[in-house]
C-alpha cells in the first residue's frame, strides 16, 4: 500500500492549508488514518486521526483549528489547516492502520512565515 501526500507548502501565520492523502487502496474499512508531525530529533506526535467509522481524535495544540475528513470515494484523508501558527511548521506524515498492517506515506514540508 502506497501513500501520497501533498498539499505542505508555505502560509502565513494566520492562513491556511489543506493536506492530502491518496492512497493505494480502498479506505473503507480503515482501522484509523491520520497525521502526525515531526520536526528532526524531536519525536513523532500525533496531529489528527480518524477512524473507520469516523471518530475523530486531535492534539490539544490542534483542537479547533485543524479538521481531519476523509473521501472513500477518492481513498484519501484530507487534514485542513487553519489558523496556522509559527509552532505548526513541520513535516507532516499521513499514517494507515488496515488492522493487520499499517503504512507511513512520505512526509509533507509545511512551513509558516510569522
Known amino acids: 500500500v502506497q501513500l501520497q501526500a501533498s498539499g505542505g507548502g508555505l502560509a502565513q501565520a494566520g492562513g491556511s492549508l489543506r493536506l492530502s492523502c491518496a492512497a493505494s487502496r480502498t479506505i473503507f474499512r480503515i482501522n484509523y488514518m491520520g497525521w502526525y508531525r515531526q520536526a528532526p530529533g524531536d519525536k513523532r506526535e500525533m496531529v489528527a486521526t480518524i477512524t473507520g467509522g469516523g471518530s475523530t481524535n486531535y492534539a490539544d495544540s490542534v483542537k479547533g483549528r485543524f479538521t481531519i475528513s476523509r473521501d472513500n470515494s477518492k481513498n484519501t484523508v484530507y487534514l485542513q489547516m487553519n489558523g496556522l501558527k509559527p509552532e505548526d511548521a513541520n513535516v507532516y506524515y499521513c499514517?494507515?492502520?488496515?488492522?493487520?498492517?499499517?503504512?507511513w506515506g512520505q512526509g509533507t514540508l509545511v512551513t509558516v512565515s510569522s
Open positions: 499514517y494507515a492502520n488496515f488492522g493487520r498492517s499499517a503504512y
